[in-house]
């Protein structure tokens, strides 16, 4: 059986919705960031990276990062459909996956989020987050036209529209912001979802 090692209100509640699409039986082990459970020797035994998500199988191996998580799941469960099959279709599904993952989450919500990481100075801080919240609803604006007229963003659910939800729960439900058009019903969507319902009823997301 694969366990999942995530975090609350991190990205790893992407990967748990792809657990639940999946429906096969898993094992969750949560890592506590605010007792810093991911920097111990023992969390760091399974992901030296010291983050999550990590996705340890039932070979004993361990995958790390969002995206490559995603595809292993998608590609060793083709009949749950996460990913086209065809080579566009998958290319494009990588396309627009790198972008929420490199440009709406690590290089936007992680400025407004973690500003500290970037800057000691108090008034650096406020200009970088000012900076995050700007590049990432920009970043959103343009996922708003990949979605205009369709339900998910490659037409049927796949694995990049798991990693829009875990960027549009962080922008609406932990920093209040109004999401574009488009986005925003792809988030209603999304939380209709059984997978999303299930994973926020186990991690306590009302």
């Not at 990967?15 to 699409?21: G, P």
Request: include cysteine; hydrophobic fraction near 40%; proline fraction near 4%.
């Amino acid at each position: 059986m694969t366990t999942l090692c995530y975090a609350k209100k991190t990205c790893s509640i992407g990967v748990h919705v792809l657990m639940e699409e999946i429906g096969s039986p898993y094992d969750l082990r949560i890592v506590d960031l605010s007792k810093g459970e991911q920097k111990t020797p023992e969390y760091k035994a399974i992901n030296p990276k010291g983050k999550v998500a990590a996705l340890v199988r039932q070979d004993g191996s361990v995958l790390t990062e969002f995206s490559a998580i995603a595809m292993w799941l998608s590609m060793t469960n083709p009949d749950k459909k996460l990913m086209p099959t065809d080579l566009e279709g998958i290319v494009r599904t990588i396309e627009v996956l790198d972008f929420i993952v490199g440009t709406v989450h690590m290089l936007s919500w992680r400025m407004w989020r973690r500003p500290d990481v970037y800057s000691d100075n108090p008034a650096g801080q406020e200009v970088l987050k000012t900076r995050g919240k700007a590049a990432m609803l920009d970043a959103l604006d343009l996922v708003d036209t990949q979605l205009r007229g369709k339900d998910y963003l490659m037409g049927d659910f796949s694995v990049a529209d798991a990693a829009l939800y875990y960027n549009e729960f962080w922008a609406v439900d932990v920093a209040g912001w109004n999401l574009p058009k488009n986005v925003q019903a792809h988030y209603q969507r999304m939380k209709a979802r059984p997978s999303v319902q299930a994973s926020r009823e186990i991690e306590g997301v009302t």
